[in-house]
Structures are given as structure tokens and as C-alpha cells.
């Protein structure tokens, strides 16, 4: 049963993620990418954080994706073009090269190290929210509320060079 | 049965070797960032898998401030990419190359 | 008021009034300057005269040493300390006396040049670093004034610096003498290594105490004593203008004439002569070196003298015959009259520079000009400037009763007395010689008819009375001064109680050693007999003068002397030619070598190892360039490729 999930969203999140960096269209890449992190969020459910799949779905898929749609749209980016001159086959093949060298280190490393290993069954008291929450809120406060700092810096920031992108951008805000 | 941690560890890095080669060879800004943001997937995946393994929650709550502190960046990045667009008309990478010699 | 305790404001007075028209004044506050400039040396005078007063009636302690501060490095530890004895004493009456004189005069003479705050405030430091020279208690502030009068020397000399001769002629002055300030500085720390002090009294006493100390061989298969004595002499050689060292002097003269009559005349040039007598009991111990000072003392006098006789600038005679006088105190010096060279460079000073002070006021008549050759008949129109100038001829020529003739006899006398009789011959000449020169001065200047311009003549006129009076005053002295110092021979055969106040007050400096026989005494038949043939000489030589040069006859006797002897005129004329030989033998040989280090060392090494960096630099700069492609897809390659790097090293 579980394994069965786990092929299934395994697959899934595989899948969507070549389609998110393979397709020509930012629209298309993006709603792939929501699915990769919905089924990234099934698999932190798998793991026993039902908190991380939670805030997977409501934060990404529902915030930052969103608002990767908006800018998208208001961009109005169209398919990248293919002329000869934007290819630059060096670029591609190296970039091709590296991610296997990485990631056939990164593999081979993991399965030495862990192998055929299988894990102790969940307990309440790991997957209990509550447990979560008060570590959140007790031991991690401080960083929590720098974090709220940093979000509310990022949106200030955010908003000023937005706006004040150019000089025609200044008539575009009135 | 039960999935051996392993599997999931390999999973991630397949994520991040994909999303490696999405930021190495796209050159629309927005898809680039895309790729970023599953790299990032990735390591909160490994993360929450080392966090099951060893049963300790420590991990989750860093994928937490990763997720926060990816928000942050989301923000600021597409904030940055009207900016440029505004400038150029474009955010086609090879065609911002405000860091040539 | 307790003068003696304010021993050290002496010096510091005039850096006080340098600093403060240096400084504080402005270029336009005349009067503040000329204020300034005349009330600090004129103060340290009043001071200095008082002190020297006290302490010559018996309030001070034998002698008076004042500590200012104390120089510690190390082990070592030198005081900042003042010292008045007889001898500082003496060098310090003729420093702020003369010194303020000229300060005077340099009001009416400097009055209408642009650099007159510069002018005063140099001067005033001059009268600082010389004080502090004179006072100094140790080598080292003697050291620290002795450089310091250089400084203002160079300062002085290139005082026109919009010209081009006198910065050349500054540059010479300073680097001639750190020839001589090399060697004073090694004999000083042969002292410093040897004695561990440079207390004057301290060593003094050391040397006394234990003369084989000093008579132990060193190096160089000289004695310590003798060393020491030789470096310190190579020193006084720079300062004093002596052979080999004295082709900056002439070339002085190019500062302004109050500068020549101060500096180059009476004060500084004679520091040497005055280190050298300071230093006499190591002198005493080394009479080879003595010897030797006296020689150059003697080569320097009929040298310096023959080449005066053939000068046409009134400034260049006067050189010459200042570097012949010191010729005179050096063999004073050598031959143990210690107290005869210090007599005869405080009679010197007076009338040295109204000699000097005297020819500015003529230069100031003419309206700058300064070739003998030029004027003539001027004693009708310098009323008060041709008696001076006359009196102080007659004082150098050696004509009783004036100054130069009791100073020089007693050089003379005692060269004589020591059994070295041809350095008394070379004395004797070189009197003559001196005579003759300073009175074809004064008849190519004073008498005959005048050979300038109608515009000069019209120009004629005496100078203003802040020139004049003290003009008067050093005439004064020229005539006097010789009487502190009238031979003991002389009072005894008048019968009277022996009065030459100098010998007893300066006998306490001057070293008595055990074994070395300096008491030479002539018989009083003997010292007449000399006296007499000086005086003969003096006016022999003004005679010749007088037939040469006198009346309307003017310039015919140099023309037949061009004529008859062509040769010896031009070497004459030419100073032997020594500055040409020095050009080729030392400073073209050495300017050859700067330019060959300047060219393979400086530009092909040195440089050439730079630029061979900065290439290999650019070049690295220009392949590397191509990396930076402005793509930022690049750059994010070659992280991800760092990024493997980094997993590589961190995995095996």
C-alpha cells in the first residue's frame, strides 16, 4: 500500500518535474510544478509531517505559485524563441553532464550508506501536530519571528522595485 | 510494505539534478526560477526524509524556514524580474547581461 | 635677575622669535617682523651679555652646566644641557653682539625685499642653532646646532631661489659640508663608543685623568686620540671652509650680504675653530693630527689669500680672505695657541663683518653692483662707510693698535715659539699677502675716479642710519677688541702688572697635560723682533698696494699683470682651477655612476621586473576576461561546477 503511493507520487513528482524544465511555455512549467509539490506534500505526509504537507500545499501551490502566475501573466512572457544564435549547445551539454555527474554521486553515495534499509514504524508521538507546534513556537520562536521580519522586508522591497522600475514605469502607476 | 528511506533520498536527488539542469539551460528568467524552486523542493525532501530517519523534528522545522525564506525570495525575484522587464522588454537571460566586462 | 639660571632661554629666544615670524606673522606685518625679528636675538643678547657678566664675577659654579632634558634610548642617555665656561662665554658675547648688529642692519639692507619675513625668520634661527652650538654642554647638541647652522646656511645662500646661481651654490654649501658632518659624526661616536659620554667636562676629565686611554692605538694605526682628532677635524674642515673642503664659501657669497657678513664671515664658519679648541686636550694628545691642522691651517691662509689678490667681485675678496683668516685660527690651533686662534676668531668677527657689512653698504649704493672693476672714488660719496671699511682694513691687514694685529701676532708668536718656523714663513707671507689684497680692495673701491655707469654714479648715496650706526659700532670693536687680548710680553716690558684679560680668563679650558709641552715661552727681545717684522710686512704689503692700485692709477696694474703673466693671472683669477678638478674628478665620476645606477639598475631591473609583473598580470587579465561573459547562465555553470569541486574534495 504504501509502496503503491510512493510509486505513484514518486512517478508523479519525476514526471511533472521534467515536463516543468523541459516545456516552452512558463505557463505550462509552472502548473507542472504545482503538481511536483503536491505530490512532493503527499510524500512529507508519507514521512510523517502531515504540518509540512500542509503548509507545501497552502504556501507553494497556493501562494507562491500564484503569484508566479500573476507576474507571468503580466509580463505576458511568451515561448522562448529558438533561433540559432540564442542555442548555445556548450552550455546545455555541460549543464547536461554535471546534473548526471551529481546526481550518480549523489546515488551511489546514498545507497552505500543506507541501502535496503527500511524504517522503524511511525510513533503518535512524532507525527503528533501539537508536539510540532510547540517546538515552533518554543524552541524555534526566535528564528520564527525573524522570519516574519524577513517577509515583511522581502514584501517592502518587493513593492519599491516593482514600482519604481523606470520612468515610463512611473506614468504606468498612476 | 514499507519504502526504504533510501528510495525517497534518491527521489530528491533525481529532483535536484532535474531542477540542476532547468536553471543550467533555460533562458527565460521565470522558468529558470522554477527550476530553483524545485532544487529547493529537493532539499526539503531530503530534509524531511533524514528527519524520519532520525526521528527528529528539527529537520521539518528547518524545511519550514526554508519554505518562508523561499516565499521571501519568491517576492523578491519576480519584484526584480518586473523591474528588468520594465528596463528591457525581455527576460531572456542571455539578453541581460548587465555583468559583462 | 639670575641670568645664569635662564642659561638655556639664550638659545631658545631666537627660535622663539623664528618660530613666530615663521609662523604666526603674515607676509605684509612689517613692522611686526621687523619688531620680532630684532627683539628675540636682541633679548638672548641682553641675556647672554648678563650671564657672561654673573658669571665672569664669580657667581656661578666652575663651570655652569643647565639640564634641560634628558635623551634616554636604551642604556644610552644624553642630556639636553647647556654649559658656560670662558670659552662658551667668549663664543657667545661674539654671536649675540655681532649677531644682533647685523640683525640691524639687515632692517635697512633687506628693507625693500620681498622675502622679508622669510629673511628674518631664517636669521633668527641661525642665531639659535649657532647659540645652542656655542652652548651645547655635549657633542650631540653641539651636533644639533652644528647641523642646524647648516640648514640656514643652505637656507641663507639660496635666498634668491628665483635665480639660478644661489640654490647651485646652497645645494654645494649643504652638500660639501655633510662631507665634513660624516666625519664629525663618526669621531663623535668613536667618543660615544669609547667613553660612554659626550659630556665636554666629563671627557675632559676622563682624558686628564688617564691619558693612555686616549694615546692607546685605534685604528688606522692611529691613536683613539688621534682619530677622534682627525674625524672631528675632517668635520671642522666642511664647516670652516679648509682645504680640501672651503670651494662652498666662495659661492656663498651669493646670499645676501648681511648673510655672508653673519654666517660666512663671522659666526658660523668659525665653528669649527671653535670645536677644535673645545676639543684640545685630545688635540694635545694627538700631535701628529695637530700638526696636520696646522699645515692645512697654513696651506688654507697663502692659498686662500693668492687667489683674493686676483678677484674683481668685492664679495669674492672678502670670501677669500675669510677662508685665509680661518687658515690663520686653524694653524693657530695646530701649533698649541689655542687661545690665540679663539682671540683671533673673536677679533675677526668684528671686523670680518664690517668688512662684509661695509661692502653691502657699497653694493647698496650701487644699486646691486658688485664688481670692483666698476667703481672707484666712492669714499666722497659713503662718508661713514669708507672710514669703517678703512678702519676694518687696517684691522686685518695687522696694523697697531687694532684688533687683527694682536690676534695675528700671537699666532704668529706662537707658531714661532714652537719651533715651526716654516709655518710661521707661510704666517708671515700670508699677513703680507692679506694686507695687500684687502687694500686694493679698498682702492679700487674707495679711491681713484669712478668707472661705472652715469646712472650709478648719479645713484651714489650714503645708507640710512639703521645701516650706518652699526657700521659704526663693529668699527668700534674692530679697533678694540684686540685689547682684551694684549701679550703678557708687551705689559711686562711696559712695566705693568700683567693685564691680558683673555689668557687668564680662558686658561681653565685650555687642557694642561703631563708630559706635553705647551708653556712656550719666548724671550721678550724675541716677541718685539716678531712684532716688529708682522708690522713691517702689514706695511709692506699696504705699500705695494698703494703703488699698484693707489691714487687715479685704477685697474692698469691688473691689466699689466694680465699682460706680463698671462698664466698666473688666469690661474688666479680661476681659483687654481679647483672647482673644474673636483667637477671632473668627483662630481662627474659620481653623477656617471647615479646615472648608470639610475639607468640599469632603477629603470632595467627594477622597473623592468615591474612591468614584466604588470604584463604577466594583464595578460592572465585578458584571457580571464573571456570567462566573464555577462551571461549570468555561465555563471551559474560555473558555480554548479565549483559546487561538484566542492563534493568532490568533501567525499574523498
Redesign the interface.
Given at each position: 500500500?504504501?509502496?503503491l503511493a510512493?510509486v505513484v507520487f514518486?512517478l508523479a513528482?519525476?514526471v511533472s518535474?521534467?515536463v516543468?524544465?523541459a516545456h516552452r511555455s512558463?505557463i505550462h512549467?509552472?502548473l507542472s510544478?504545482v503538481v511536483?509539490?503536491v505530490s512532493?506534500a503527499a510524500?512529507?505526509l508519507?514521512?510523517?509531517?502531515p504540518?509540512?504537507a500542509a503548509?507545501?500545499v497552502l504556501?507553494?501551490t497556493g501562494?507562491?505559485l500564484v503569484?508566479?502566475l500573476f507576474?507571468?501573466m503580466?509580463?505576458n512572457?511568451q515561448r522562448?524563441r529558438t533561433g540559432a544564435a540564442?542555442r548555445?549547445p556548450f552550455?546545455?551539454w555541460?549543464?547536461?553532464i554535471?546534473?548526471?555527474?551529481?546526481?550518480g554521486?549523489?546515488?551511489r553515495?546514498?545507497?552505500d550508506?543506507?541501502?535496503?534499509?527500511?524504517?522503524?514504524?511511525l510513533?503518535e508521538d512524532?507525527v503528533a501536530l501539537r508536539?510540532?507546534a510547540s517546538?515552533?513556537f518554543r524552541?524555534?520562536l526566535l528564528?520564527f519571528e525573524m522570519?516574519g521580519l524577513?517577509?515583511l522586508?522581502?514584501?517592502v522591497?518587493?513593492?519599491?522595485?516593482?514600482r519604481?522600475?523606470?520612468a515610463?514605469?512611473e506614468e504606468e502607476s498612476r | 510494505m514499507s519504502v526504504p528511506i533510501s528510495w525517497y533520498l534518491l527521489l530528491a536527488a533525481a529532483l535536484f539534478a532535474i531542477g540542476a539542469i532547468g536553471a543550467l539551460t533555460r533562458r527565460n528568467g521565470i522558468a529558470i526560477f522554477l527550476s530553483i524552486e524545485l532544487m529547493l523542493n529537493a532539499a526539503n525532501l531530503t530534509l524531511a526524509a533524514y528527519s524520519r530517519l532520525l526521528g527528529d523534528r528539527a529537520g521539518q522545522m528547518v524545511v519550514f524556514f526554508v519554505l518562508a525564506v523561499a516565499a521571501a525570495e519568491a517576492a523578491v525575484g519576480l519584484a526584480l524580474f518586473i523591474g528588468i522587464f520594465r528596463l528591457r522588454r525581455t527576460i531572456d537571460v542571455n539578453r541581460i547581461n548587465l555583468l559583462r566586462w | 635677575m639670575d641670568a645664569l639660571s635662564l642659561l638655556w632661554w639664550i638659545p631658545a629666544l631666537p627660535f622663539l622669535g623664528a618660530a613666530v615670524n615663521g609662523l604666526l606673522v603674515r607676509n605684509g606685518q612689517k613692522g611686526l617682523v621687523t619688531f620680532v625679528g630684532l627683539a628675540a636675538p636682541g633679548a638672548s643678547m641682553l641675556l647672554g651679555l648678563t650671564a657672561i657678566w654673573q658669571y665672569a664675577t664669580g657667581l656661578a659654579p666652575e663651570p655652569l652646566r643647565q639640564a634641560v632634558y634628558s635623551w634616554t634610548v636604551g642604556e644610552m642617555s644624553i642630556d639636553v644641557a647647556f654649559r658656560l665656561d670662558p670659552l662658551s662665554a667668549v663664543m657667545t658675547f661674539v654671536v649675540t653682539v655681532v649677531g644682533f648688529l647685523i640683525h640691524v642692519y639687515s632692517v635697512g639692507y633687506m628693507g625693500r625685499e620681498e622675502g622679508y619675513r622669510r629673511y628674518f625668520s631664517f636669521l633668527n634661527l641661525f642665531m639659535g642653532a649657532m647659540l645652542l652650538l656655542v652652548l651645547g654642554s655635549n657633542f650631540l647638541v653641539m651636533f644639533v646646532g652644528w647641523e642646524g647652522v647648516g640648514l640656514c646656511s643652505y637656507l641663507l645662500i639660496g635666498y634668491y631661489f628665483d635665480q639660478e646661481f644661489p640654490p647651485e651654490a646652497g645645494k654645494k654649501a649643504f652638500v660639501v659640508n655633510r662631507i665634513g658632518d660624516f666625519a664629525f659624526l663618526v669621531g663623535m661616536l668613536a667618543l660615544f663608543a669609547s667613553f660612554g659620554t659626550l659630556e665636554f667636562g666629563e671627557i675632559t676629565e676622563r682624558v686628564l685623568a688617564a691619558p693612555e686611554i686616549a694615546k692607546a692605538p685605534y685604528v688606522f694605526g692611529l691613536s683613539l686620540a688621534g682619530f677622534v682628532t682627525l674625524c672631528l677635524f675632517i668635520g671642522a674642515m666642511g664647516k670652516s671652509a679648509q682645504i680640501p673642503l672651503y670651494v662652498w664659501l666662495p659661492d656663498a657669497m651669493a646670499g645676501p650680504t648681511p648673510v655672508s657678513a653673519l654666517i660666512h664671515a663671522a659666526t658660523m664658519v668659525t665653528a669649527g675653530v671653535y670645536m677644535v679648541v673645545r676639543t684640545n686636550v685630545l688635540y694635545q694628545l694627538a700631535p701628529e693630527i695637530s700638526l696636520f691642522v696646522a699645515g692645512i691651517g697654513a696651506a688654507t691662509a697663502i692659498f686662500a689669500a693668492t687667489i683674493g689678490l686676483a678677484q674683481n667681485d668685492i664679495k669674492k675678496v672678502l670670501a677669500y680672505s675669510t677662508v685665509s683668516q680661518l687658515g690663520y685660527m686653524f694653524l693657530a690651533a695646530g701649533v698649541g695657541a689655542y687661545v690665540a686662534a679663539i682671540f683671533h676668531l673673536a677679533t675677526h668677527a668684528f671686523f670680518k663683518a664690517l668688512l662684509f657689512l661695509g661692502s653691502g653698504s657699497v653694493i647698496h649704493a650701487m644699486g646691486g653692483e658688485q664688481d670692483m672693476q666698476k667703481m672707484g672714488g666712492l669714499r666722497k660719496h659713503l662718508p661713514l662707510t669708507y672710514p669703517t671699511y678703512l678702519i676694518a682694513t687696517l684691522a686685518i691687514a695687522g696694523i697697531p693698535p687694532l684688533a687683527g694685529f694682536f690676534s695675528k701676532d700671537e699666532i704668529l708668536a706662537g707658531a714661532f715659539a714652537g719651533h715651526h718656523h716654516l709655518i710661521w714663513g707661510v704666517g708671515i707671507l700670508t699677513a703680507g699677502l692679506t694686507a695687500c689684497y684687502m687694500f686694493r680692495s679698498v682702492y679700487l673701491t674707495f679711491h681713484g675716479s669712478f668707472r661705472g655707469s652715469h646712472e650709478q654714479e648719479h645713484h651714489l648715496h650714503e645708507s640710512p642710519k639703521v645701516m650706518t650706526v652699526p657700521l659704526v659700532l663693529l668699527a668700534l670693536g674692530a679697533v678694540t677688541a684686540g685689547w682684551i687680548g694684549i701679550p703678557t710680553g708687551l705689559w711686562e716690558m711696559a712695566g705693568f702688572a700683567d693685564h691680558n684679560v683673555l689668557h687668564h680668563f680662558l686658561s681653565p679650558v685650555i687642557a694642561t697635560l703631563p708630559g706635553v709641552d705647551t708653556g712656550h715661552h719666548l724671550s721678550h727681545s724675541t716677541e718685539l723682533l716678531l712684532m716688529l717684522v708682522s708690522v713691517a710686512v702689514a706695511l709692506g704689503g699696504w705699500l705695494v698696494a698703494k703703488r699698484l692700485w693707489g691714487g687715479e692709477r685704477g685697474l692698469a696694474a691688473d691689466r699689466t699683470f694680465a699682460e706680463r703673466l698671462p698664466f698666473v693671472q688666469r690661474l688666479l683669477a680661476n681659483k687654481y682651477y679647483v672647482d673644474e678638478l673636483y667637477d671632473r674628478v668627483i662630481v662627474r665620476p659620481l653623477a656617471g655612476l647615479a646615472r648608470g645606477c639610475w639607468k640599469i639598475v632603477d629603470t632595467l631591473l627594477i622597473d623592468g621586473a615591474l612591468h614584466v609583473g604588470a604584463f604577466v598580470t594583464e595578460l592572465t587579465g585578458d584571457l580571464g576576461r573571456f570567462s566573464t561573459t555577462g551571461n549570468i547562465r555561465n555563471y551559474a555553470l560555473y558555480f554548479f561546477a565549483g559546487v561538484l569541486l566542492l563534493f568532490w574534495w568533501m567525499i574523498f
Open positions: 500500500m504504501e509502496l510512493f514518486g513528482a519525476l518535474a521534467i516543468v524544465v512558463p512549467s509552472t510544478l511536483t509539490l512532493t510524500l512529507f508519507m514521512l510523517g509531517s504540518f509540512l503548509l507545501q504556501l507553494y501562494a507562491i503569484l508566479f507576474v507571468i503580466l509580463l512572457v522562448e540564442a548555445s552550455q546545455t555541460s549543464a547536461l554535471a546534473a548526471f555527474v551529481l546526481a554521486a549523489v546515488c553515495l546514498l545507497w550508506a543506507h541501502g535496503e534499509a527500511v524504517l522503524a514504524p510513533t512524532f508536539n510540532t517546538l515552533l524552541d524555534y528564528p522570519v524577513l517577509l522586508v522581502a514584501v522591497v518587493a513593492s519599491w522595485v516593482a519604481r522600475g523606470g515610463d514605469s | - | -
